[in-house]
């Protein structure tokens, strides 16, 4: 028989951590924090194979499931004390999801289940809190029939608030055990009234009902949205974990709330977290009312009125103290907690690794080094260095003034300058047509996930920390305020109002995510500065890495960012990109439209010294690193003028005939320019453009030598090769080139001469090729894009439904598509380093910065990554990650 269910419970548990694959992490955490006897109220875990099954069985369940739940319930139940379904001594359980990886917010929870109109006055008996009991029996009816029976929210919240107002009623708290019991019957009524039966009152037909609408869950809109933003593959499924109800809404001295072990937006070492008292945890995460601090000193520092739990109930602060630093040593990293206090006694309902922004990763990884935790090893294992990216985010510049409309809480750092949009389904439709949109909103709910996604910056005027817009946008890497308290939105009229003040949909504000202040207009911005535990992480991260990392550049501003970010190189420099510079474009065309060579050479000669400006630049910035240069490589169609004002202006600039330019134009046009005439193909038909480039190279690499005295090394690099013949042709001339130059400079520096590999010929014929090339630069755009016959530019049009429908995992032109292009990538390898042992490779398509495709690149054993100037500390951690995991 499988085994479908563990249990936990009063220091037992049939799981542990390490079983997160079968029992979601909640659930094997759940049973870790029994077994390390910390307090957790019983229950069992329903595993993700079930989950799985149950879509493999079109939504039904295995046939030993039942009684195996059944046992389960009635074992935490004697656990208890109580008994699940019975009239004086009610067990109620909560029903949650728990994936293998963390979801927040993604799925659904079911509280205060077991309760009908008979066990809810078994539980007021008991408890001897009527108020209590029925309080709590409207929260369940709420919640299971918005997660089970799919009936809106705000029907419920309808009937509350007019009640209240009818009373006079201005807090829940003024709600007494009749008014709740009045509040019950009006919910059930309603329920009756839509689905027109009666609210279920059979305890068993509540359970399974909400394991049932968790396992939906799994595959709602925003859990599958979240899933494909952080890689979760939907095969994993979630476990449902159903737990023995504690109370944190008993009266006051009951509470509950949610903490970290650590600050998670700067990492600081304190603990940090939000409660409510007389309250059920769902209200803290929901953002319904603003919670308080739990320290005094997070509450002295944030300048709030009222008590922290520290305060006011210093018992169950007391207990909490304790168990949070046991978690953190026991776990040996920052744990993201769920308690609830009952009656002053602490219970935990959760503990995770927890989430938090990329510069608190760094503090916390260098600190837990320094306090011998971790090694520095783990250190550098624990950074996500796709989520570096934050840390590179701009700020606002200092000497910026500032127009402040209003301060919330600063709830994940950056800054931001936008359109104002009130809307998530808006703010993705004015993003995907290139605005930069801040969404505002009273709080933020998983609906809303793609409109955060699509946003520069979230702002909410309610909510805390922990709401959702704070937890999500951490997680994102977006900058966010939440709680912004004044400010008032009216949606109807697209305008929000703060201190008298109007904003209108569409108008400019900022963000200030690291201090919680939204300002009016567009502030200035500017880099961050990469030293303190960055630099501290980074330089461990390259003791251990093998991989070398470049960056692909053209411009000084770019060469200049990629060696502060810590480039050891250039490993591509796209020389086309210096020919589209408007003052050169004229004289380009002039080239390519010239019929006879004598044209094409008085046009090159216009080039020819603002190239050599370019590499001189280049060859200063990057002082002696290796720059690899590559020869003109686009579609000459790409080139062409056009407009005819495009091509009266070259006409103009050489004296030609328009009409004859005109149909040389036509001439040239091509249909399928990708595969074209492009490339080393140009460098073939065009021997001049190629010379040209060379000499450029030449003649500034030796300038640069006699100028600092130190010598670049230039690599100068063939785009677009298929067969040997076209590089032994176009290494011959730029040989005979470097000769020249260098005879007449009386100088001789180094070079080399390579290739690029891009076509699936290049890469099978690699031997023949090495014989020529003194290095291989995979250029895995075009190489996706030649092996899968699928065009890099349209690509767009179609991925999401190959995604979606399992056909690729991830996008093959954003992660190397290893089956296919990285066999391609391992041949070419082989074959080259078969004819020439030393043969330097490294890669410098877009997937140079991609940390899972620079795996691959480590253990296929390539020399170095190339990416964009932006992208290189993430390439670095990825490359030091890489090569830990390979030593494992
Ligand atoms: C490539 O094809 O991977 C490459 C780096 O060249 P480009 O993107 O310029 O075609
Ligand atoms: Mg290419």
């Given amino acids: 028989m499988t085994k479908y269910v563990y249990s936990f419970g009063a220091g037992n548990a049939d799981g542990d951590a390490s079983m997160k694959n079968l029992l979601g992490g909640k659930g094997a955490n759940l049973a870790e924090m029994n077994k390390i006897g910390l307090p ?14 149950f879509y493999e069985l079109g939504q039904k369940y295995p046939d030993e499931l039942a009684a195996q739940v059944e046992a389960a319930t009635k074992k935490v139940g004697e656990t208890v004390g109580k008994t699940f379904g019975d009239k004086e001594n009610p067990l109620l359980v909560s029903v949650r999801s728990g994936a293998r990886a963390s979801m927040p917010g993604m799925m659904d929870t079911v509280l205060n289940l077991g309760l009908n109109d008979e066990t809810v006055e078994g539980l007021a008996n008991k408890s001897g809190n009527r108020r209590f009991a029925y309080d709590s029996y409207r929260r369940f009816i709420q919640m299971y029939s918005n997660v089970v029976l799919e009936l809106e929210h705000h029907m419920f919240e309808d009937i509350l608030e007019s009640f209240k107002e009818i009373n006079d009623y201005k807090d829940d708290t003024e709600l007494n055990a009749e008014d709740w019991e009045e509040i019950v019957r009006k919910y059930k009524s309603a329920v009756e009234a839509e689905m027109g039966k009666p609210f279920p009152q059979d305890v068993n037909d509540q359970l399974w009902g909400a394991v049932g609408a968790v396992f939906k869950s799994w595959m709602n809109d925003r859990a599958i949205f979240y899933r494909k933003m952080h890689d979760i593959p939907q095969s994993w499924g979630t476990a449902v974990n159903v737990q023995a109800m504690v109370f944190g809404n008993m009266g006051d001295t009951s509470a509950t709330g949610v903490a970290f072990t650590r600050n998670p937006s700067t990492g600081e070492k304190l603990f940090y977290g939000e409660y409510l008292i007389n309250a059920q945890g769902e209200d803290v995460v929901a953002g319904i009312r603003t919670p308080k601090s739990i320290t005094k000193v997070q509450r002295v520092t944030m300048g709030e009125s009222g008590e922290s739990l520290e305060e006011s109930l210093p018992d169950v602060y007391a207990q909490l103290d304790e168990v949070y630093k046991k978690l953190e040593n026991h776990y040996r990293d920052m744990q993201d907690i769920e308690f609830t206090a009952e009656n002053g006694k602490l219970w935990m309902l959760q503990t995770r690794n927890g989430k938090r922004t990329a510069k608190a990763a760094l503090k916390i990884a260098v600190d837990m080094v320094a306090e011998g935790m971790i090694t520095k090893e783990e250190g550098v294992a624990r950074i996500d260095a796709a989520a570096l990216d934050q840390l590179l985010h701009p700020t606002i510049k200092a000497s910026y003034k500032r127009d402040v409309l209003t301060k919330g809480l600063p709830a994940s750092p950056g800054a931001a300058v936008g359109e104002v949009v009130f809307d998530a389904d808006e703010a993705e439709q004015m993003a995907q047509a290139g605005k930069s949109v801040i969404l505002v909103r009273e709080e933020t709910s998983p609906e809303d996930i793609h409109g955060m996604h699509a ?90 890495r093998h991989l070398k990392v470049r960056a692909n550049a053209e411009t000084p501003l770019d060469a200049k960012t990629a060696r502060d970010f810590g480039a050891e190189g250039i490993g591509l420099c796209r020389t086309e990109h210096m020919f589209f510079d408007a003052e050169r474009i004229a004289a380009v065309r002039e080239m390519i439209l010239s019929e006879a060579k004598s044209g094409r050479e008085a046009a090159l000669a216009k080039i020819l010294p603002m190239q050599r400006k370019d590499f001189v630049d280049l060859f200063t910035i990057m002082a002696g690193l290796p720059v690899t240069i590559r020869l003109l490589d686009p579609p000459l169609h790409e080139f062409l003028p056009h407009s005819a004002e495009d091509v009266e202006a070259v006409a103009k600039a050489t004296g030609l005939d328009g009409d004859k330019l005109l149909q040389r134009a036509k001439d040239l046009h091509e249909f399928n320019p990708m595969l074209g005439h492009r490339g080393c193909r140009l460098g073939i038909t065009f021997p001049e453009i190629y010379e040209m480039q060379a000499r450029a190279i030449f003649e500034a690499a030796i ?89 890099r530019d349209d690509a767009g049009r179609f991925m999401n439904d190959y995604i979606a429908q399992g056909i690729f995992e991830k996008d093959p032109f954003v992660t190397i598509d290893q089956d296919g292009v990285g066999s391609l990538i391992k041949i070419a390898k082989e074959k080259g380093r078969s004819v020439r042992e030393k043969i330097k490779l490294g890669i410098c398509g877009e997937h140079g910065g991609d940390p899972a495709s620079i795996e691959f690149c480590e253990k296929v054993g390539l020399d170095y990554v190339s990416c964009s100037p932006y992208r290189v500390p993430i390439a670095r951690l990825a490359a030091a990650q890489a090569a830990l995991n390979n030593a494992k």
């Fill in 455 to 544: 946003a520069r910056a979230i702002v909410t005027s309610r909510g805390g920390m922990t709401s959702h817009a704070a937890v999500v946008a951490r997680g994102m890497g977006r900058p966010c305020v939440s709680g912004a308290g004044e400010i008032r939105i009216d949606e109807a009229a697209e305008k929000f109002v703060v201190k008298g003040r109007e904003i209108k949909k569409g108008e400019i504000i900022s963000v200030d995510g690291g201090l919680g202040e939204v300002l009016f207009g567009a502030a200035e911005l500017e880099q961050p500065e990469l030293s303190g535990d960055f630099a501290t992480l980074m330089a461990w991260a390259d003791d251990v």
């Fill in 40 to 53: 957790v109220p019983p229950g069992f875990t329903i595993t993700t194979e079930v989950c799985t099954a």
């Fill in 703 to 791: 300038e640069v030598a006699k100028a600092s005295g130190t010598a670049p090394i230039p690599e100068i690099m063939i785009p677009l090769v298929s067969t040997r013949k076209e590089l032994q042709i176009l290494k011959g001339r730029v040989i005979a080139i470097g000769e020249e130059v260098m005879a007449q400079a009386g100088m001789k520096i180094e070079y080399m001469v390579g290739t690029m590999i891009e076509l699936p010929r290049a890469a099978v014929c690699a031997d023949e090729i090495a014989q020529e090339a003194e290095f291989f630069s995979f250029g895995t755009n075009d190489l996706t894009q030649t092996t899968l016959g699928i065009s």
